[in-house]
């Protein structure tokens, strides 16, 4: 399908900053990338290939995402790590209305604070983002991971 | 093979680190535990609703088939061709009138016999196996199964107790509790926990750790201490149940027990309060019931969130939890997405769940080195095991022990049971 530069450029920059704010710990300007009536989920292939809806995380509007950064900064306790995502190009699936839907790969690793580092999680995005003026958004995330067996566990997000 | 286990006490208060990373103590916790009279935790029956259904899981470290036959009658039997080894099914589930081993392609029933395999007579009369080659007598070792109200356990051993007995009244009762309705499956979850797996049983028969390291808990008023609860045992305390009541305590009540807490509990408020809507959908009114089943069960529910789990160890350094989330088939659209959205706090990523992963994994690093020390294991008592109103307790922690020494075949002198 035909995109402009400008759009390629705008959505890879705004998957770049989504990277970047998850691995520089910046969970506050990562939920500001949403809409208010975003749809963030983190799914698994093995439920995906089976047709089962369960959920490793599901937040399905901006204020359960802020919920779940400030739990994890006040409340939860997890493993002290450090994220690091690798993000694959954008392929484009769609669009309509200003809404631009894609795919895109990623790896994500974590390294403890002794420096040992190890893949977390592989699997990819579906994305719907909203073009409003210059900005982009994210108006719904759905992470399907094919590391369906979490290691250790999950807290910062994919 | 008797292991030397020098038990300091012998009502289990002090627990030798190094069970938990010892390679011949788990090899023969598979052979005497998973392999022995215990029963384990298959899978739900709900999984293999039609005839010729199978799909895979563990007992212990060891392969299995559960499947349903034409008939309707299930079966377990273990994952391994009797020819040369190979696994039978790679596949996590699927439907199927024979199984068929990749690798010469032997072939077995939903019962788990070897049915037949190709060249058996030879080709123009050459090669073939020998005539009196006896397909029954090499089939794949079969398990006892039970049915229990839907749950489905199995046994390698002729020796081990009915599962009535096994479970006694107040398992069956609480496996009656969760799945009295017909049940849907919403799916699975799985984490692999760099501990070993007992200290994730611990774990579950650790009340008291529930409302201090999980403080999501503490937070939102989920679940605490200061909450009607309690910890209920089977006769031989093997078996555990944690339980408490939803809106049974006052915030200033959790204010004066959680005095670390206090000052969060007033400032902290969910934006969003969907996420802790709770329907109550049992007539015994509980929010929070986590009944655990020794060696390797637990059935899950917080608020409307229902599951079971499996512990599947993976060595004496590593375990996979793997968790069914169910609902049941009568649920509305709303009722499945509101269980969805309170999934947010189990599993991996669970608020009230994730911490279990990092304890664990960091007494697995720290006690490798200290082989003569011990778990200190005495709050709620020392002594004989018994059923508590309240949650501040290990109690149900040494009765896992004890039931684990039993079949072990290494119990202390005078050991309690
Ligand atoms: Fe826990």
């Not at chain 2, 088939?65 to 034409?70: C, E, P, T, Y």
């Not at chain 2, 073939?128 to 109200?149: I, T, W, Y």
Request: proline share 5%.
């Amino acid at each position: 399908m035909t995109v402009s530069p400008e759009t390629r450029e705008l959505l890879t920059a705004l998957m770049a900053e989504y990277a970047m704010a998850i691995d520089e710990d910046r969970l506050e300007d990562w939920v500001e990338l949403f809409t208010e009536d975003c749809d963030y989920r983190v799914v698994t292939r093995e439920n995906v290939e089976q047709g089962l809806p369960n959920v490793l995380m599901w937040c399905d509007n901006k204020d359960m995402l802020r919920d779940r950064v400030d739990s994890y900064r006040h409340v939860n306790v997890y493993n002290p790590h450090y994220d690091r995502h690798v993000l694959g190009p954008l392929r484009f699936t769609g669009e309509k209305d200003g809404a631009w839907t894609f795919d895109v790969s990623y790896s994500l690793f974590q390294t403890t604070l002794e420096g040992e580092s190890r893949l977390f999680s592989v699997g990819r995005y579906r994305i719907e983002a909203r073009l409003e003026g210059d900005a982009a958004r994210l108006k719904t995330v759905t992470v399907i991971a094919d590391t369906g067996l979490v290691p250790s566990l999950l807290a910062t997000p994919i | 093979m008797k292991p030397d286990i020098a038990w300091p006490r012998n009502d289990y208060s002090r627990v030798p680190f190094w069970l938990h990373h010892d390679e011949d103590i788990y090899a023969l916790e598979m052979e005497r535990i998973f392999r022995g009279p215990a029963w384990s935790y298959l899978c739900l029956e709900a999984e293999i609703p039609n005839p010729c259904d199978f799909r895979t899981t563990w007992v212990g470290d060891t392969p299995v088939i559960v499947s349903r036959a034409k008939d309707g009658v299930i079966h377990a039997f273990v994952n391994r061709c009797s020819h040369r080894g190979a696994m039978i099914v790679r596949e996590l589930r699927g439907n199927a009138e024979r199984l068929v081993c990749l690798y010469h392609r032997w072939c077995y029933s939903n019962a788990g016999e070897l049915t037949g395999l190709p060249f058996r007579k030879g080709l123009k009369g050459e090669g073939g196996m020998p005539e009196d080659f006896d397909m029954k007598a090499v089939s794949p070792q079969r398990l006892k199964v039970a049915n229990c109200h839907g749950m489905l356990f199995g046994t390698f051993s002729d020796r081990a107790e009915t599962i009535e007995a096994y479970l006694g009244e107040f398992g069956i009762g609480m496996v009656r509790r969760f799945l009295s309705r017909p049940v849907r499956i919403l799916g699975y979850s799985r984490q692999r926990i760099a501990g070993n797996w007992k200290l994730y049983a611990e774990n579950l028969r650790d009340t008291y750790h529930a409302s201090l390291l999980h403080e999501f808990f503490v937070t939102y008023g989920v679940d605490r201490a200061t909450q009607k609860g309690g910890v209920k045992m089977d006769a031989r305390h093997r078996h555990n149940m944690n339980h408490a009541y939803a809106g049974s305590d006052s915030q200033e009540e959790a204010k004066a027990a959680y005095a670390d807490t206090a000052a969060r509990l007033d400032r902290m408020q969910l934006r969003d309060k969907k996420l802790l809507n709770y329907k109550n959908e049992f007539p015994d009114g509980m929010n929070l019931a986590a009944p655990t089943f020794f060696p390797n069960a637990l059935l899950i529910q917080i608020n409307n969130t229902l599951g079971t789990r499996q512990i599947r160890p993976k060595g004496p350094g590593a375990h996979e939890v793997f968790q069914t989330l169910f609902g049941y088939v009568d649920d509305d659209e709303a009722m499945t997405r509101h269980r969805l959205i309170s999934a947010n706090l189990v599993g991996p990523a669970g608020f009230v769940s994730m911490e279990d992963g990092e304890a664990i994994e960091v007494i697995q690093k720290a006690t490798r080195s200290s082989p003569e020390g011990c778990e200190v294991i005495e709050m709620g008592g020392r002594g004989p095991v018994a059923d508590q109103a309240h949650r501040v307790t290990e109690a149900p922690i040494r009765g896992f022990w004890s039931y684990w020494a039993e079949l072990m075949g290494v119990e202390p002198a005078g050991g309690i049971r």
